[in-house]
Antibody
Framework: EVQLVESGGGLVKPGGSLRLSCAAS????????MNWVRQAPGKGLEWVSS????????YYADSLKGRFTISRDNAKNSLYLQMNSLRAEDTAVYYC???????????????WGQGTLVTVSS | QSVLTQPPSASGTPGQRVTISCSGS????????VNWYQQLPGTAPKLLIY???QRPSGVPDRFSGSKSGTSASLAISGLQSQDEADYYC???????????FGGGTKLTVL
């Protein structure tokens, strides 16, 4: 059974840092691209970042402006998101999601974790 | 403001058919496939439709997707109370080099 379990969320002051983790199990983690998607309270989904299976290709949402860093450790079946210079508007539930390739060209997020809440407040 | 445009709300009575639209541009829907996600209250999103019109195993055939040009649609037939949820469309955007989501549509079953 595919499982994605996020951790590391919590309350942090503006300007602070936090590192989120996503523990994967039930599939060959090193074969899949992974993503972070966030959802502010009462708002819609916002894609944050993507990392390829080997870690060679990384993409970020423009709105993050270099404050977040995605990484992975395939030996530990884990995905990470280092978040620096946090702002109130970063308050959200952060989900990790597995990205699957279909028919050689098409991608989608087929499994999501339960999310971890990050609250940025003084 | 989301890159993909969805109506904020939709509604229908049990048994009815409801459609939710998703409008984009040539850099996202116009050149890539569309996926739809269902988010039940208080839960994580779940894949509902992938690659425009494919249903994952376990998703009832009451749910269907289509795409034409720079727009896509999700149709739900035989509406049921358990279909009350938020629905999101998503696509890769070649100009932004990232995934873009619609703002979400809250479906109410009256």
């Amino acid at each position: 059974e595919v499982q994605l379990v996020e951790s590391g969320g919590g309350l942090v002051k503006p300007g602070g840092s936090l590192r989120l983790s996503c523990a994967a199990s039930g599939f060959t983690f090193s074969s899949y691209s992974m993503n972070w998607v966030r959802q502010a309270p009462g708002k819609g989904l916002e894609w944050v970042s993507s990392i390829s299976s080997s870690g060679s290709y990384i993409y970020y949402a423009d709105s993050l402006k270099g404050r977040f860093t995605i990484s992975r450790d395939n030996a530990k079946n884990s995905l990470y998101l280092q978040m620096n210079s946090l702002r109130a508007e970063d308050t959200a539930v952060y989900y990790c999601a597995r990205e699957t390739l279909y028919s050689g060209s098409f991608y989608y997020f087929d499994y999501w974790g339960q999310g971890t809440l990050v609250t940025v407040s003084s | 403001q989301s890159v993909l445009t969805q109506p904020p709300s939709a509604s229908g009575t049990p048994g009815q058919r409801v459609t939710i639209s998703c409008s984009g541009s040539s850099s996202n829907i116009g050149s890539n496939t569309v996926n739809w996600y269902q988010q039940l209250p208080g839960t994580a999103p779940k894949l509902l439709i992938y690659t425009n019109n494919q249903r994952p195993s376990g998703v009832p055939d009451r749910f269907s997707g289509s795409k034409s040009g720079t727009s896509a649609s999700l149709a739900i037939s035989g509406l049921q109370s358990q279909d009350e949820a938020d629905y999101y469309c998503a696509a890769w955007d070649d100009s932004l080099n990232g995934w873009v989501f619609g703002g979400g549509t809250k479906l109410t079953v009256l």
